[in-house]
């Protein structure tokens, strides 16, 4: 019987010790580095650790507050407004921060609002005052919101979707009030939800990484994840990293554990057309969803819109003639290709595997990979190498399968849906053919979902191709991605060539996002 | 007298076949209308709400034109097969909606509430919650909400469709019950030719989105020959 589970499962079970390895063994290193030097794990615990534990947590609920609660009013808009022109293009925009680089978003909203910013003239004027600029707690959360404030938008409004038609039926035949139907029907559907919503951004802003890095100020605004990277890179602190990294991983994890608990609504697709003449929302209604809707449009869509006026001011063609530029090109592409393919390998094997069981927990513990950051296990792989060689000479190792299983999670989520309905049509008939294995998957998944497959590898490739996390960790003079350099030019203050690749590295993750988009379109329309 | 006429209304979904209903409902009768999937039965109880705007023609009820009257100030109420209660409100909630939608009751209104209840046959089941109770059950609950809004026209979109075939039989008695205490008028959309038999007054028949005439109900003892009815039927009538 177990023989029979391993045998028929080898290659998925191949791809959880892969998992269990890289992320194990990272913890056990981290583990038994703590366990070495006792004294030093709790002598980290001191005011510094406390004055950073404080800030992480108070941006991450300032920042999940304000992406919040106006994601409620902003779903609830959209979703009073089933049918009007330009609004796939507003869904559209609240897709993009999804695969937008966070050094990018970041670079966005200072050009706009910096202290050099095009809103400084006004902001000066209007605080009488001038303009200090966003870095520090302001820029954190502002950046937060806008990555996490269209994903709770996009999550409530999946909620209300699933409201079937008949009750706006019934809302309409029992002359509800707009504030009558928010508090019977649209708050109910959205209170389902909010807890699980609230709970994932939460998480997400406790733990990000480059957006601290880029708009924190100094020890003011730190946060534990960059004070690991800061403990590993600069201060020569291992056991500081070490502590901080167990604390920053039983957080996650506590915090994963109770958001899993909470249900995130399931995409329902309501009739939009038949649901169109049912709301009529009166002329004020009306007036003040479509300023709602406008305003996020517009905030989400202006720092990117300064991204591509500072980048065509500064002179992209020279500066991708750089050899410097180049290498930094072509290693981020081979990186992110690297990465993108061993992540759909990952994911395909866990999700044919023979036993449902196997792909069942995999799909479960895709959200646990979420939260163990790349810094936590970047970390623990930086401890556990350095008595051995010199952790930045397996950068790029580290880099591609770290990149591999953050993308992970996405991946799964992507392809599992197709996937399921791929096996529930095939398995009897290739069970009884005797097809199986790589096989099967050369005659019916590998054809059938090729689309799903390769909007897959377009989406894990443009997170890779974005991501600074591990970069920064391992990086040095010898290994150059895309966002490193961009980092190193911003801080050698070489703002020009920062905006030249801070255009070019949006495009092709916009555009990776946009192939991938086409994908599953195509595949959806057939 | 007429309770409502729709005449000439015609109606089409983006795309698809252009519906024509041209027919009237007198005050008191019990109307079923009987068609195949997908033939427009649902539509035209919809355009009667006002969940849909007719492109042409108009809705008359009484003396009223309704074509363009909020579906809240018309004079129907309606049921659904399902959905008919929100699920985080007690029954009474449920039912209390269809006279003060704040769900701020006065003690009279509490009062209609309790009698609505025990007219359906739910004395003391409105402090639980839609789950609590059987498919027959909610539709009894949905059903004193449409009792206690008191329009004249009811609405059914095969609200029984889902029960079993006696407890199908006790709702519609039920429902005639309540018809002929109040005189509503009863517009039943069922795929069941016994249903409709045991139930309506007059039939009517949809197909290719048409329905321009109604029937008395003996007519489903003996469709005309050759008519789309009597094809509709089919072994019904091979076994009468």
Redesign the interface.
């Given at each position: 019987m177990a023989s029979n589970l391993i045998n028929q499962n080898k290659t998925a079970l191949a791809a959880l010790g892969f998992l269990a390895l890289l992320t194990g063994g990272a913890l056990l290193a981290l583990a038994v580095a703590a366990l070495q030097s006792s004294s030093g794990f709790t002598s980290a615990f001191d005011t510094y650790f406390l004055r950073i534990a404080g800030f992480t947590l108070w941006q991450a609920a300032l920042s999940t507050l304000l992406s919040v609660v106006p994601a409620v009013f902003v779903a609830r808009a959209l979703h009073r407004h089933p049918i009007f022109f330009g609004r796939s293009l507003v869904l559209r925009l609240m897709a993009l921060p999804l695969a937008l680089p966070a050094l990018i978003a970041a670079l966005g909203l200072l050009a706009l609002f910096g202290r050099a910013g095009v809103a400084a003239p006004f902001l000066s004027w209007a605080f009488d005052t001038r303009w200090p600029g966003i870095y520090g707690l302001g820029g954190i959360v502002l950046a937060h919101v806008f990555f996490n404030m269209p994903l709770a938008t996009r999550l409530f409004l999946m909620a209300l979707d699933a409201v079937?038609n008949?009750?706006w039926?019934?809302a309409?035949?029992?002359?509800?009030?707009p504030f009558?139907r928010f508090r019977?029907?649209e708050w109910?559907a959205i209170k389902s939800t909010i807890s699980g919503v609230a709970l994932i951004v939460f998480l997400l802003c406790a733990t990000s990484f480059t957006l601290v890095l880029t708009l924190g100020g100094g020890p003011q605004a730190t946060t534990i994840e960059v004070a690991i990277y800061q403990a590993l890179r600069f201060d020569y602190a291992p056991q500081r990293a070490v502590a901080f990294a167990i604390v920053q991983l039983v957080f996650a994890l506590v915090i994963a554990a109770i958001a899993s608990r909470f249900v995130v609504a399931e995409p329902v697709r309501n009739n939009d057309?038949l649901r169109a003449?049912?709301m009529r929302p009166k002329s004020l209604e009306a007036m003040m969803n479509i300023t709602l809707m406008a305003a996020a449009a517009i905030f989400i869509a202006a720092p990117m819109l300064a991204i591509v006026a500072r980048g065509l001011e500064a002179d992209v063609s020279k500066l991708v003639t750089q050899p410097a530029v180049i290498s930094a090109i072509l290693t981020s592409l081979t990186l992110a290709s690297l990465a993108s393919i061993l992540c759909c390998f990952l994911a395909t094997a866990l999700l044919s595997a023979r036993s449902t069981t196997i792909t069942n927990y995999a799909l479960r513990g895709g959200g646990v990979l979420l939260s163990v950051s790349p810094i936590v296990i970047g970390a623990g792989w930086f401890v556990a190498l350095q008595g051995v060689i010199n952790p930045l000479k397996a950068a790029p190792v580290l880099i591609v399968a770290v990149n591999a299983i953050m993308a992970l999670p996405f991946v799964l989520h992507m392809l599992a849906p197709s996937w399921a309905a791929s096996r529930a049509r095939h398995d009897r008939l290739a069970a009884s053919l005797g097809v199986s294995g790589f096989t099967r998957f050369r005659l019916v998944e590998g054809i059938a979902l090729r689309g799903p497959i390769l909007a897959a590898l377009a989406f894990a490739a443009a997170l890779s191709l974005g991501d600074l996390g591990v970069v920064a960790l391992f990086g040095s003079d010898n290994l150059q991605t895309l966002p490193s350099l961009l980092f190193a030019r911003l801080g050698s203050y070489r703002s020009d060539d920062a905006a030249g690749l801070a255009l070019l590295l949006m495009v092709l993750c916009l555009g990776l996002l946009r192939l991938a988009d086409l994908l599953i379109d195509k595949e959806t329309r057939r | 007298m007429k309770a409502v006429s729709l005449e000439n209304v015609r109606f089409a979904?983006?795309g698809n076949e252009q519906m024509r209903f041209n027919f009237s409902v007198g005050a008191g009768e019990r109307l079923a209308i009987m068609g195949a999937s997908g033939s427009g039965k649902s539509t035209l109880l919809?355009l009667l709400?006002?969940?849909?705007?007719p492109q042409s023609g108009s809705i008359i009820s009484g003396n009223m034109d309704m074509t363009s009257v909020?579906?809240?100030?018309?004079p129907?109420?309606?049921l659904?097969q399902?959905?008919?209660l929100?699920g985080?409100?007690t029954v009474s909630q449920n039912i209390g909606?269809?006279i003060a939608?704040?769900?701020k009751f006065s003690k009279a209104e509490n009062q209609a509430v309790e009698i609505a209840l025990t007219k359906v046959g739910l004395t003391g089941l409105g402090k639980r919650l839609p789950y609590e109770l059987s498919g027959g059950e909610r539709q009894r609950a949905a059903l004193a909400r449409a009792l206690l809004?008191d329009k004249p026209v009811l609405l059914l979109d095969e609200p029984f469709a889902a029960l079993g075939p006696a407890m199908r039989v006790e709702m519609l008695d039920l429902v005639m019950q309540l018809q002929i205490e109040k005189n509503l008028t009863v517009i039943m959309v069922t795929h069941n030719p016994d249903d409709a038999e045991h139930f309506a007054t007059r039939i009517g028949f949809v197909e290719n989105g048409q329905l321009s005439a109604t029937m008395p109900a003996d007519a489903l003892q003996q469709p005309p020959k050759g008519s789309a009815l009597a094809d509709y039927l089919g072994s019904k009538q091979n076994k009468t």
């Open positions: 079937p008949d009750h039926r019934l309409a035949q029992l002359g509800f009030t009558v019977l029907l109910p057309v003449k049912l | 979904y983006p919809h709400a006002g969940f849909e705007t909020e579906p809240a100030a018309r129907v109420s309606i659904f399902d959905n008919n929100f985080h409100l909606l269809g939608p704040r769900l809004r």
